[in-house]
Nanobody, 128 residues
């Protein structure tokens, strides 16, 4: 019932920045765990970042070690949109980036099979 569509990808030089967006439709995701994953050519899809609702009043975020300090995930529930701000991009960040949603929070947020919905992906290419 939930559809996700990523946007904001493109070509950028190393050291540059991009902001990816993931727009959801069909159902609001106020209480969903949202994640970003990426897949480079010839490699397995890997976890990038996740954001979750605490159940109280605060959102929390976690990141892969490879992007900590450079990427920031955020969400705007009023717009049914989750974002990934990517700074200091490196050529190794080149990949198709996917947005994912899960109906619940889970401690194994880095596992692909924990997510219920996926977007089609958006290409990010970082040149040297």
């Amino acid at each position: 019932q939930v559809q996700l569509v990523e946007s904001g990808g493109g070509l950028v030089q190393a050291g540059g920045s991009l902001r990816l967006s993931c727009a959801a439709s069909g159902r609001t995701f106020n209480n969903y765990t949202m994640g970003w994953f990426r897949q480079a050519p010839g490699k397995e899809r890997e976890f990038v970042a996740t954001t979750r609702w605490s159940g109280g009043h605060t959102y929390y975020a976690d990141y892969a070690d490879s992007v900590k300090g450079r990427f920031t995930i955020s969400r705007d529930n009023a717009k049914n949109t989750v974002y990934l701000r990517m700074n200091s991009l490196k050529p190794e960040d080149t990949a198709v980036y996917y947005c994912a949603a899960a109906r619940r929070y889970m401690p194994t947020y880095f596992r692909l099979d924990e997510y219920d919905y996926w977007g089609p992906g958006t290409q990010v290419t970082v040149s040297s």
